[in-house]
């Protein structure tokens, strides 16, 4: 009865996902989001505070028991050679943390860590969105 008791609770506990299609993330204090669309393809919505608008770009991931590696953009390469490719970020799946690489001098480094939580797809495009609002008003000469 113990040993029940005990994998219940981590289950229950645990925030990880056996099969991520249809999960969406929200990260970074809500400038970034992943929407998992299908067992391989995801779409990252987030902020350009470049031209001052949001983005949508579709990458690769590849789900291990640990970690969801997210891979370079699915546009530029065929999903059998997404296999191959070195990720350019992961998510912790016990605790949604998220880390970044950056391509620097011939080497990955790690450029930022970031914690994400579980949310709906129209309330990610609603954070963002109102994220997005809230740094413009701030950059707004008064």
């Given amino acids: 009865m113990i040993k029940f008791f005990f994998i219940i609770l981590i289950f229950v506990s645990n925030q990880v996902f056996a099969s991520l299609k249809g999960e969406t993330l929200i990260c970074d204090k809500d400038k970034i989001g992943y929407n998992f669309l299908s067992k391989n393809?995801?779409?990252v919505l987030g902020i350009n505070l470049n031209?001052?608008?949001?983005?949508?770009?579709?990458?690769?991931?590849?789900?291990?028991?640990?970690?969801?590696?997210?891979?370079?953009?699915?546009d530029?390469?065929?999903?059998?050679?997404?296999?191959?490719?070195?990720?350019?970020?992961?998510i912790f799946r016990r605790n949604l943390d998220y880390v970044s690489l950056d391509y620097v001098n011939g080497d990955w480094v790690r450029k930022f860590?970031?914690?994400?939580?579980?949310?709906?797809?129209?309330?990610?495009?609603?954070?963002?969105?109102?994220?997005?609002n809230k740094l413009l008003k701030a950059n707004e000469p008064k």
């Fill in 41 to 43: 393809i995801v779409n």
């Fill in 51 to 74: 031209e001052s608008k949001t983005f949508s770009v579709k990458h690769f991931y590849q789900l291990t028991e640990n970690v969801i590696f997210i891979k370079e953009q699915s």
């Fill in 76 to 90: 530029l390469i065929d999903q059998e050679e997404s296999l191959t490719l070195r990720p350019i970020g992961w």
């Fill in 113 to 132: 860590s970031w914690t994400c939580d579980k949310t709906s797809s129209d309330q990610l495009e609603i954070r963002i969105n109102n994220k997005l």
